[in-house]
């Protein structure tokens, strides 16, 4: 009998069980291991965004531009990726929906601010007859070449009245710039082209591409202020209206956050002052 097994013979069973008590930054480095391992570590880690996911309380919290947004259920195929692009190539994906308190800020569009918030229709009693995704709108001028956007992601525990949270955790804070011939490209775009396009077609909003977003992109007629005589080398001012289709988010990442929350959520429970007559 062998008196030095390896860890090939344990079981598959309590290798995943052994490995479901690390915390998520002790388990990812665990994937280079071996092949056994990665397989183990994807299956706990895709449990454990799965749980994630389906907890009712959670929220993910976008601010582009002055646009608040919260993040939607995953679409299907959010944890799908290319098995050889390792952990940190699978992304969660969420459709971004329009956040209540966006309602009063639509009338307040400018036409020399970089972003507005967009417009959705109303019926004739005043209610909204369409439920639009939160957009956008981008202008440059003649002089123009890009445009900077703010972006935060934060992702919330909701607390037992609106506004107030158990948790609050930021997952992203970075500066978007989006250049004019970006617009330019993503907009001549035919429908169905962008969805087999590269990575192209995302904003990434920091420099570890643990938060992307996508949009659809669409030029708005703005001729009658363009200047009459314009020379061949000159730009005009263009304006584009970005709507929110996906928020990408790094698994990985996303299940850090989480636990972090939690951390959080105990933590301020620990606190708690709790008054009583005896």
Known sequence: MDSHPDLDSVPNELLISILSQLPTPSLLPLVTVSHRFYAATLQVLKLRLHHALAEPDHRLMLDFAGVEAEAEGSLPGAHEAAHSGGLRAIYSHFRPVEHDDNAPQRARVSRRRQSSIGTSGTSGGGQRSVVE??????????????????????????????????????????????????????????????????????????????????????????????????????????????????????????????????????????????????
């Open 133 to 278: 995704r939160p957009s956008i709108d981008v202008y440059l001028d003649d002089d123009e070449s890009f445009s900077q956007l703010c972006a935060t992601t934060n992702l919330v525990r909701l607390g037992p009245k609106p506004g107030l949270f158990r948790s609050h955790v930021n997952v992203s804070d970075g500066v978007v710039r989006v250049w004019r011939e970006w617009l330019a490209a993503r907009a001549s775009e035919k429908a169905g082209e962008a969805a087999t396009a590269t990575d192209e077609v995302v904003l990434w909003v920091d420099a570890a591409r643990d938060v992307g977003v996508r949009f659809r992109v669409t030029e708005k007629d703005i001729r009658a202020q363009h200047p009459v005589l314009v020379g061949n080398d000159e730009q005009l001012p263009v304006a584009y209206r970005l709507e929110f289709e996906e928020l990408l988010v790094r698994s990985s990442t996303l299940l850090v956050m989480v636990e972090k929350s939690e951390v959080q959520e105990v933590v301020a429970e620990g606190k708690a002052i709790v008054l009583a007559s005896f």
